[in-house]
């Protein structure tokens, strides 16, 4: 395989330079001057065919006045020329039967006063592009004191609930910064994005359906976040404080610096993170006395959780500027984090008359260490300012997982008699390691046309051990029915093919990607149970398309649709069979049989200024979810690939400014999900409609005031075998800019203290009822500090993202 993937990449390479050598149309070169001869920097360039005065291109001129318009057409052109405080500049015919360079183009100054003229550029707030919605930051009121956990929350259509991102109600989002991957997922992932500030961050661009050049791993799409660059070379950093308190306290801290001179560009974080918080949990299970013997039929259950956790992380980008169009660069990241869960719980059994049967009493013990690092090796080579552009990424990520588990358990009679104990230990170590090669290439040919193609290869080695011991009398002795060894290894492989042109009204984009995917599991077993082992090797296209239609010559009005094919492999958490205790009567488990998960992703929209409507489909096959079981009383969490999945739905995104000093963002959705399949207890068929509404009021009084009010809520819901009941919550926000570098925020969240989680649970063998209610330490203020420092840095070069991002989304579980 190694010698099939060296002569690959080298054919890849071979065709890429002969892509670049290739002739694609006639360029017209200039360079923009003031009266005293000056080069300048960021002119406004347009080139219009003579014949109609139809626009043709724009550009901006260099810092050293230069510009350069490539790939155009044999036919007579006209150019013009805009700069804040100089004429017009309006050029003759230009007659392009060849390469051409003109003269210098002297532009005069404006004959008025720059004082006497104000001029107010701002950038919408949210901008649709025809494959990503823009999301511009420095519009969003009240962005400046948070983090950037808290700002993507308040971006359309995404939801963060218990540290899940999710994008249009879409689990399985993948994280970018600046095209590079987050590297982590989960809980890990949220402590990582909290200690970015906002006040850094310039723009998000939201994919629902990616681009081919995107893994195709992950329904719910893409979010990339672009920091900011600015043109200043030299030293800058922000430093970052955070302190939220609830009925426990919390923080988050970061320091983030840069440093550019000369061909060399630098980059380092550091930040720290203290998690403290609760969840308080009723359970109520109604068992048919009938069907299930053995077990009281009533069981009600409350438990409170204490976690606690402490979080660093650390970061350093270096760039190598070799020359003007090469670039090398190296990125290394780690992370460590240790923790502790603490659970008291206690179980009352009862019968059908709620005559005490039993009582059980739990103190159960997670001790959680977690060590994260990774290393980036990147390469770019520009050929043009076109831009066409070579690729290439070379990872290494390693994770490794201690968890250290205690579990006593204390049987009492209705007269508090004990007559039972239990005590269990385990022990979880896991490594993962990932190795992944990308390369990508991206070329500009005559009239605009824009073709790109890449390819990739990663390789997956996980490896998962779980000792479970019964503890008697001070003797342990393995516990063989949930002790195990799980071994996963897994290789992917893709190639991609895109292309994207814009015409005068209409814009068209199109790809395809093929991935192959090599998996193979071997659980090695113990005394009491034997060995088994499963290979998979499948093949997946996965076509996408966009179009986009502007109804006037603006652009304020249009019409678009796209449509794109996803894949969602199982994480390697849910494919391990471990046999996990939550409690004595509550498992985990993982399932080694899960297939992969397609969806069918379909969007029509409509934007009108501020204003986005969009209807959306989407077809799921083999949909992966949890599912509940109760077996003799007992209570399994499997995953399970549920069958099939129809989803629909309109979401209406409004961003308005009926005042200066008021801005009302407005986000709903309202979807119907349908599943049918084969369950245990026979067939499930449901169907759920759910209501999501999410708006925001900024006030800007002045002074640096930003006054914002805003909540969430969403409606019942059928999701499978649960009913989710209505949430919400009420949140305000205060924020004062003391300088243009300092920000100080106080937030007030969950002020009524309704984000709780409550459903019920159906479809449960010989159970009339099961009810699960929970409440957690969202009702907190937050007090936030930020400050910048130093010289701002751009001409940054924006490195895309490397090739491990969606297997490392899958370590976390």
């Not at 309704?754 to 159970?767: F, P, R, V």
Request: aromatic share 12%.
């Amino acid at each position: 395989m190694n010698k099939k993937l060296t002569a690959f990449l080298a054919a890849w390479l071979l065709i890429a330079a002969t892509f670049v050598q290739a002739q694609t149309g006639l360029s017209i070169k200039g360079k923009i001057t003031s009266a005293d001869g000056k080069p300048i920097d960021g002119a406004a360039i347009y080139l219009y065919r003579a014949a109609d005065s139809t626009l043709v291109k724009a550009s901006l001129s260099e810092k050293d006045g230069s510009f350069v318009f490539a790939g155009l057409k044999p036919a007579a052109y006209r150019i013009v020329v805009n700069v804040i405080g100089y004429k017009t500049f309006k050029s003759q015919t230009i007659e392009l039967g060849k390469d051409t360079i003109l003269p210098a183009i002297t532009l005069q100054p404006n004959e008025t006063s720059l004082k006497e003229v104000t001029v107010t550029a701002k950038k919408p707030p949210v901008e649709q592009l025809i494959d990503r919605t823009v999301v511009n930051v420095s519009a969003l009121p009240g962005s400046a004191g948070t983090t950037l956990l808290d700002l993507l929350a308040k971006a359309p259509g995404v939801s963060v609930d218990d540290n899940a991102i999710s994008l249009q109600g879409k689990n399985s989002v993948t994280i970018y910064i600046d095209d590079r991957p987050t590297y982590l997922s989960g809980d890990d992932l949220a402590n990582y994005l909290r200690s970015l500030p906002a006040s850094g961050i310039d723009r998000i661009e939201l994919m629902t359906n990616p681009p081919a050049r995107y893994d195709a791993a992950g329904s719910g799409g893409v979010i990339n976040i672009r920091t900011k660059r600015t043109k200043e070379t030299g030293f800058n950093g922000n430093l970052n404080l955070n302190y939220i308190q609830g009925e426990y306290a919390r923080s988050n801290n970061s320091v983030n610096l840069n440093y550019r001179q000369n061909k060399l560009n630098v980059s380092a974080g550091v930040g720290y993170t203290l998690n403290n918080n609760y969840s308080a949990i009723n359970l109520n299970r109604y068992f048919d006395p009938v069907v299930i013997t053995g077990i009281a039929p009533h069981f009600t259950q409350t438990s409170f959780i204490k976690r606690h956790s402490e979080n660093y992380s650390g970061r350093v980008n270096i760039d190598y500027y070799a020359t003007d169009k090469t670039t090398f660069g190296a990125a290394f990241s780690g992370l460590f984090t240790q923790g502790d869960n603490h659970t008291a719980n206690t179980s009352l059994l009862s019968s059908s008359q709620g005559q005490l049967d039993s009582t059980i009493t739990a103190k159960n013990v997670d001790n959680r260490l977690l060590k994260n690092g990774s290393v980036n090796l990147n390469y770019r080579h520009q050929y043009d300012k076109k831009g066409s552009e070579l690729t290439v990424d070379l990872d290494y990520v390693v994770y490794h997982t201690q968890l250290d588990q205690v579990f006593a358990n204390s049987s009492f009679y209705p007269d508090g008699t004990l007559y039972n104990y239990d005590l269990v230990t385990g022990n979880l170590p896991s490594n993962i390691n990932i190795y992944s090669a990308r390369t990508d290439y991206n070329h500009v040919l005559a009239g605009g046309l824009q073709l790109s193609a890449g390819l990739k290869s990663s390789y997956t080695k996980t490896d998962n051990l779980a000792d479970y011991f019964d503890i008697y009398q001070g003797i342990s002795t393995p516990d063989y029915n949930e002790t195990n060894h799980f071994l996963y290894n897994e290789n992917i492989n893709a190639a991609y093919v895109n292309a994207s042109k814009d015409f005068k009204r209409w814009s068209v984009q199109a790809g395809l990607r093929f991935e192959n995917t090599i998996a193979s599991g071997h659980q090695l077993g113990n005394p009491e149970k034997p060995d088994s082992s499963f290979s998979r090797n499948y093949n997946g296209f996965f076509p996408t398309l966009y179009t986009q239609y502007k109804l006037d010559t603006a652009g304020k009005q249009k019409l678009g649709f796209n449509f794109g094919r996803r894949v969602d492999r199982p994480n390697y958490a849910q494919l391990n069979p471990f046999l996990s205790p939550l409690d004595k009567f509550t498992y985990n488990t993982g399932n080694p049989f899960l297939l992969p998960t397609y969806s069918d992703n379909l969007q029509l929209y409509y934007t009108f200024k501020g204003i986005k409507i969009s209807l959306f489909y989407t077809y799921i096959k083999d949909r992966v979810d949890g599912l509940i079981q109760i077996i003799n009383g007992y209570y399994y969490n499997e995953p399970g690939n549920i069958g099939n999945s129809y989803q629909k739905g309109i979401e209406v995104n409004a961003d308005l400014d009926p005042a200066k000093w008021l801005n009302i963002h407005l986000y709903s959705r309202l979807t119907e999900l349908h599943t049918v399949t084969d369950f245990y207890t026979g067939v499930l068929n449901t169907t759920g409609e759910q209501f999501v509404v999410r708006p925001t009021f900024s006030f800007t009084p002045g002074a640096g005031w930003t006054l914002q009010a805003y909540g969430n809520y969403q409606s019942r819901f059928t999701n499978e075998q649960f009913i989710d009941l209505p949430r919400g919550s009420l949140n305000f926000a205060f924020e004062k800019k003391l300088s243009a570098a300092t920000t100080i925020e106080l937030d007030f969240n969950d002020v009524l203290h309704t984000q709780n989680g409550s459903w019920y649970i159906n479809y449960l063998e010989g159970t009339q009822q099961a009810y699960y209610h929970s409440v957690g330490d969202s009702r907190n203020a937050e007090l936030s500090f930020s400050y910048r420092f130093g010289k701002a840095i751009s001409n940054q070069r924006k490195h895309n993202a490397n090739g491990a991002q969606s297997e490392e989304n899958r370590a976390g579980g």
